[in-house]
């Protein structure tokens, strides 16, 4: 198994679910999360987001699964990333990473590491991953 790296744009809509919660300063809330991946990665995820936001800007945290599907380097299958953020008065922390053993058809055996960042509205992904041999 050797370091793969893939990368491009992707689209997202997150859609609330019910009303937020709010309670001593923190809204808590339920989205349903809709993406595009465009690039060595095309297919498309869904999932579901947790999310509270502070009183204090620019402090809040989510955690999402999300399911991914398509063709990764051209490989067909899907698997499963854990989301973790966390921002903290603006400086951001977030953690995504796949779910072991979450891998099917010929992404089975998947594990890796992705990253976000949003340029000018746009967003775009960064996937650090190993397959075993095809």
């Known amino acids: 198994m050797s370091q793969q790296h893939a990368a491009g744009p992707f689209d997202v809509t997150v859609t609330p679910q019910g009303q937020p919660e709010v309670g001593d300063g923190v809204t ?3 989205m349903t999360i809709d993406k595009r991946y465009h690039g060595a990665l095309e ?8 999310s509270a ?4 800007e620019g402090s809040a945290g989510y955690v999402a699964i999300e399911r991914v599907s398509g063709k990764l380097d051209g490989r067909s ?3 499963v990333v854990q989301h973790s953020g966390t ?3 603006g400086a951001q922390a977030l953690s995504i990473t796949v779910v072991p053993d979450s891998g099917t058809g010929e992404l089975a055996g998947i594990a890796g ?3 976000i960042r949003i340029e000018e ?3 775009f992904y960064e996937f650090d991953y190993v397959l075993p041999e095809a």
């Open 77 to 79: 299958g899907s698997f």
């Open 28 to 30: 808590t809330g339920r």
């Open 53 to 56: 936001m502070t009183a204090t």
């Open 113 to 115: 590491t992705m990253r």
């Open 87 to 89: 921002m903290a008065r």
């Open 121 to 123: 509205r746009q967003h």
């Open 43 to 50: 297919g498309s995820g869904v999932g579901e987001m947790l």
